[in-house]
């Protein structure tokens, strides 16, 4: 059984980094046809892609969001994390790693996820 569980911040003021990690359970980020993905949902609004990590460590990011995103993995860790830079209060979302299925023609599905966190931006 795979476990994901997100852990950082919940407080970041505007115009910082936000950092958060996911630690992974019960399966490696390296295992093949699998990717890492991180997901946020603002208050009162639909969940929103952030980005993916793949099991090669190749990255691929939202257009809206990838001038201040970065995902990186630590694989003796069996992490993998999000920056967020120049954050301001519209970044206030809970924030959910989970885990990517991998099919054919660029296709995959969200099979397990972290519980989420609470990650508030203000002053």
């Known amino acids: 059984q795979v476990q994901l569980q997100e852990s950082g911040p919940g407080l970041v003021k505007p115009s910082q980094t936000l950092s958060l990690t996911c630690t992974i359970s019960?399966?490696?980020?390296?295992?093949?046809?699998?990717?890492w993905s991180w997901i946020r949902q603002p208050p009162g609004k639909g969940l929103e892609w952030m980005g993916v990590i793949d099991y090669d460590g190749s990255t691929y990011y939202s257009p809206s969001l990838k001038s201040r995103t970065s995902i990186s993995r630590d694989t003796s860790k069996n992490q993998f994390s999000l920056q967020l830079s120049s954050v301001t209060p519209e970044d206030t979302a809970v924030y959910y790693c989970?885990?990517?299925?991998?099919?054919?023609?660029?296709?995959?599905?969200?099979?397990?996820w972290g519980q989420g966190t609470q990650v508030t931006v203000s002053s």
């Open positions: 019960g399966g490696s980020i390296t295992i093949n046809n699998y990717a």
């Open positions: 989970a885990r990517v299925a991998l099919l054919d023609y660029g296709l995959g599905y969200f099979d397990y």
